[in-house]
């Protein structure tokens, strides 16, 4: 099975940007489609994005398009998110998931998931 793990959360202000990565071990990389979502407290876990094996295709969620970005490098094994014109309400723990099949927008169709990680925005 394929092991992810996140990294590059962190505060930032309204307005500005923030890159997460999601590092993936295990398992061949490219095999994977890949996906964000977010969960904020005493929310459920919400669809951010997903790319497809070789990142021809991307989907986003209304609230993050235009404003995010999901991109991936099988060589380095690494899932991107770049956040740009964050806004409080983005606030969450951001967790990466890989899926066989593509596109997927419901966390229970991925199989492996990351730790996840802290973004904060402060207004």
């Known amino acids: 099975q394929i092991q992810l793990v996140e990294s590059g959360g962190g505060l930032a202000q309204a307005g500005g940007s923030l890159r997460l990565s999601c590092t993936a071990s295990?398992?061949?990389?490219?095999?994977?489609?890949m996906g964000w979502f977010r969960q904020a407290p005493g929310k459920e876990r919400e669809f951010v994005g997903a790319i497809n094996w070789d990142s021809s295709r991307t989907y986003y969620a209304d609230s993050v398009k235009g404003r995010f970005a999901i991109s991936r490098d099988n060589i380095e094994n690494t899932l991107y998110l770049q956040m740009n014109f964050l806004k409080a309400e983005d606030t969450a723990v951001y967790y990466c998931?890989?899926?066989?099949?593509?596109?997927?927008?419901?966390?229970?169709?991925?199989?492996?998931w990351g730790q996840g990680t802290q973004v904060t925005v402060s207004s």
């Open positions: 295990g398992r061949p990389f490219s095999d994977y489609a």
């Open positions: 998931a890989a899926c066989l099949s593509f596109p997927k927008y419901q966390a229970r169709e991925y199989h492996s």
